[in-house]
């Protein structure tokens, strides 16, 4: 059974990577999760000691994730704190807000998927 995901990526983009592979499925939400969670804590402290190679290179980490999965909202957010160069506090927050959700997501797709396995 394909759970349909209202979600902040798109799962479907995900299920063809994997090939119709269950378990490669949850391997890939699994490593993404776990990238996800090592760039929050890169955006979290660029926040607080700014560096701007050190952003450039998390932020197009982030943008790649994001076309890879079809996560809109974390392009946007990514861009948006590309344009300033890393240096906009209040983009720091929305797109650490963006990832906090795109994580909770991840997280409900890695409970759906393994449920209907």
Do not use: Y
């Amino acid at each position: 059974m394909t759970q349909s995901c209202q979600c902040s990526f798109d799962l479907e983009c995900l299920r063809q990577l994997a090939h119709g592979d269950d378990g490669l499925l949850q391997n890939l939400l699994k490593t993404l999760q776990e990238d996800l969670e090592c760039e929050i804590r890169a955006i979290s402290q660029d926040a607080v000691n700014p560096d701007e190679k050190k952003i450039s290179a998390s932020l197009h980490r982030l943008k790649g994730i994001a076309c890879l999965i079809d996560a809109g909202p974390l392009a946007q957010a990514a861009l948006a704190l590309s344009e300033q160069h890393g240096k906009d506090r209040a983009r720091h927050v929305h797109l650490l807000w963006v990832m906090a959700n795109l994580g909770d997501d991840i997280e409900r797709a890695r409970s759906a998927t393994g449920s209907d396995l």
